[in-house]
């Protein structure tokens, strides 16, 4: 899959979405440190390639520990921090907004819950033209089922759905 897929780096984002630490939290110790090591990977190579990152946040109420981004991914200087009321990030931030400014064409994806924010960037985004990949390794739902079947079934429809290990390569070669 990797050997076709191409990217404009002048015109894609990464978005990493809800890794917080309330979220992080519903998965064992030994799920977490695999997703983080797998999103620090992804991270390192898109920060490499110049590709930038944007970090969404949920927030619903006061700032505590549990709401903060998990110290494992914590946004470089320089890089945007959008907080969301909401499950999914288009439609209580400016990112659409953030991204044309930008002349941002593709999106790729990384999200805690899968059913939650990475389903509603996928489908909004979707809706306005972006061109998406899905990371499915990044990704994390508390269903398994509902994991396997947005992957394998719902985001295909609207999205490139790789593992991390995929876009690594496709990524060092722009």
């Known amino acids: 899959m990797a050997e076709q897929l191409s990217i404009d780096k002048n015109k ?19 799920f977490q440190k695999e997703l983080l090591t797998r999103a620090n990977k992804v991270l390192a190579g898109a920060r490499q390639a110049g590709i930038p990152v944007i970090y969404v946040e949920v927030q619903r109420g ?20 959008l907080t969301k009321r909401g499950t999914g990030p288009f439609a209580s931030t400016n990112l659409d907004e953030v991204l044309k400014r930008q002349g941002i064409k593709t999106l790729i994806l990384m999200g805690i819950s899968t059913s939650g924010c990475v389903l509603s960037t996928v489908r909004w985004a979707a809706d306005m033209d972006y061109q998406l990949i899905v990371l499915s390794d990044c990704c994390a739902d508390r269903d398994d089922e509902v994991q396997r079947v947005l992957m394998e079934k719902l985001f295909p429809r609207q999205a490139k759905v790789i593992s991390s290990t995929e876009i690594l390569p496709a990524i060092g070669r722009i």
Not at 22 to 30: D, G, I, T, V
């Open 62 to 81: 006061q700032r505590t520990p549990e709401t903060e981004i998990h110290p494992a991914v914590t946004p470089k200087t320089g890089e945007l921090v």
């Open 12 to 30: 894609t984002v990464l978005l990493i979405m809800d890794y917080q630490n309330r979220q992080l939290s519903n998965f064992s110790e030994s």
